[in-house]
């Protein structure tokens, strides 16, 4: 495994500590050095996975069926990094990456032409289900990584893994919170990548992050839109859209 960053560097300085502005800029030059130490020793195998991950997102934005294959070869890849970095809750996270890219290149062979489901917004019953998922998945996924595993960071990794089942289920509802719940597991994986020295995967989360961003932007343009007068969108809504929403 790559040297990882220290806890400490990963976190910003504090502006009020001794030494002031020459302290945090010392820390940034530690950390960029140390970063670049990292991205230097990384091996073939993790470049191979980010760059499918990257072309992944592209030929998504694009709306090629491209996507599915590269992301198949980046989540298959991601197994094998992430279970040798200690992330086991991740293995099981890309696990079911890998189970839906294979359906989701089924159903757009098979059924590219029907209407995509409408963006809409969550309802008290979603959240009820998303709170379900992300905590129960919490308990779970700590007592798996406790028990069975030599996992030295089981909370985070959990932690990070639950929110991002419950961002994809809410992506499969297409409502407009899964982009939150999927930069709230972002931003806690990013640190944690880079601890566990893999930095090509820490910079491709961030290039996720901003994504996430534009994804909800956009979505949010696209409920906007589809709001008219006399149309009842209580309980979430469920009006039709043929709108492309990659």
Known sequence: MKKAIPTSLIHAPDPG??????KIIMEIQQWAVLLWQQIKETDILQWLAVSFGVAEV???KANKIWLYPTGLVATILSVIILFEAGLYAECLLNGYYIIMSIYGWWYWITKKNKPFVA???CSKRDWIVVSAITFGGIIFLVYLLKQYTNSTVPYMDAW???TAWAGMWLLAKRKIENWILLNISNAFAIPLLFHKGLPLYALLTIFLFVVAITGYIKWNKIIKSDLSPGISYSDGGTVASNR???
């Open 160 to 162: 990070i893994s639950a």
């Open 17 to 22: 500590n001794a030494g002031g502005g020459k």
């Open 119 to 121: 963006v809409t917004r």
């Open 58 to 60: 592209l030929f998504a």
């Open 244 to 246: 492309k929403l990659i």
